[in-house]
């Protein structure tokens, strides 16, 4: 385990950490190119959840979609079905993922999410029936779900608290840019066989396939990174969690700053195993049903301790407000949200849509460098209020010409400039600081099960807003 340090001296460890650390936020990422690379690695997940969230709103619109599907698609209650049962997918997964993150690991947890995941593409993509699309996409959903709250996890666990903000920041930024690149792959592949009739399933089949391609390299290229420290801590590896943390720091194991960062992580953990011990020494034998009698006490405890309900009804609003700041319509609807404003046929919705992407992408940029010196409070505010003012504008700009388009383009024109702008505004604020948020709040004992609860209100919130969206648009 290395010495220089002692447990005596964890009082003083955060003033000696902000002596002994180099630069926070993007600086540090940059001078700590090991973490940064593996954060990077393991946010693939973050691509195919972005990707995931995007791909479909262009898919809906494509005439050999339409043509396969018929009344799934026509019928607008079967057609909000197909875009919200992913969501619901998710929202099973993450509530599993909690429990399976602190039991199989953060790393291993990730590889099973990706295995769901790849099964529920293989069915969307090999569809002749909107049965099989139900399926795929709930099953899809399940990994997806789960890989939303385990990369975050696994993320904010293995980076260095100077940089964690930034590194779980890339979270979002890898979801913005799979949903950047999801729209423009469906703008390219529409025109396959031709935008009306005649077109291709080719036009669908492929960007539904190409999922495959990050997930596989994700799935394969996670077992050979680190496991979690805290969650070897958990698990009594001291050893490989003291190499973990000197790998993260490239210090040596015996150094002050690795081992301070060690003894906090054992003296949370010792603290913690000691009050569970107090708390039910009927169930420190260990068996199976022993551990799950205490993950369901752990549960339980979220509700019943006042400290911890707090921080549950913490993290579940901020991701209650994350998807209710309308940022589902835009991207689950956008090309028939953006054909309502006048702007005509599928490819130039379409084209639109991916101007969305890149506003989105390109603004959470700033959010992984500046995040870990702003702070995250002023982010958020900064950012609702940019979103609020877009929807107001909208808002009266369609009161006014909602049905005189055609006659007053220019007006058109300014509601989807404000739509950029929205997503601009979400893009720096609440898509990457909500998840940053709620990665830090629990205490490492319950950390993966209040971050699970935590998702499913995203999740679930997700869902919802999906079929009001729909239920709104159309």
Known sequence: MGGGATLGGTALSTHRRKALVGESGWAGLVHNRKIFATAVFA????????????VFSGVLAMSSFDTRMGDAVSNTGKKGWLVAILELGAWVGVLMTGYLADKLSRKYTIVLAVVVFC????????????????????????????LSMAVPLYNAEIAPPEVRGSLVALQQLAITFGIMISFWIDYGTNYIGGTGPGQHEAAWRIPLALQLVPAIILGVGILFMPFSPRWLVNQGRDDEALAVLSYARRL???????????????????????????KFPQYQDGSRLS???????????????????????????????????????????APSIFQDLGLSGNALSLLATGVVGIAMFLATIPAVIWVDKVGRKPVLISGAFLMAGCHIIVAILTALF????????????????????????????????????????????????GLSIAASSNWMNNFIGAQGSFLHVF
């Not at 081992?259 to 000691?274: G, H, T, V």
């Not at 019943?304 to 994350?322: I, K």
């Open 119 to 146: 099964i529920g593409v293989i069915v969307q993509t090999s569809a002749f029936h909107p049965d099989s699309i139900y399926g795929g996409r709930f099953i899809t959903g399940l990994g997806v779900g789960s």
């Open 252 to 278: 040596p194991p015996n150094s002050e700053l690795v081992q301070i960062e060690f003894l906090e992580i054992r003296a949370q953990y010792l603290f913690e195993k000691e009050t569970s011990e107090m």
């Open 402 to 449: 909602r049905d005189s388009w055609t006659t007053h383009v220019a007006a058109g024109w300014v509601a989807c400039v404000l739509i950029w702008i929205f997503a601009i505004g979400f893009g720096y604020s609440w898509g990457p600081c909500a998840w940053i948020l709620v990665a830090e709040i629990w205490p490492l004992s319950v950390r993966g099960k």
């Open 291 to 333: 551990n799950f009698k205490l993950g369901f006490f752990d549960y339980l405890s979220l509700l019943t301790d006042r400290n911890l309900l707090y921080r549950v009804a913490v993290g579940s609003l901020t991701m209650f407000f994350q998807q209710w700041t309308g940022i589902n319509a835009i991207l689950y609807y």
């Open 43 to 54: 946010s693939l997940g973050g691509l195919l959840y972005g990707y995931n969230q995007g």
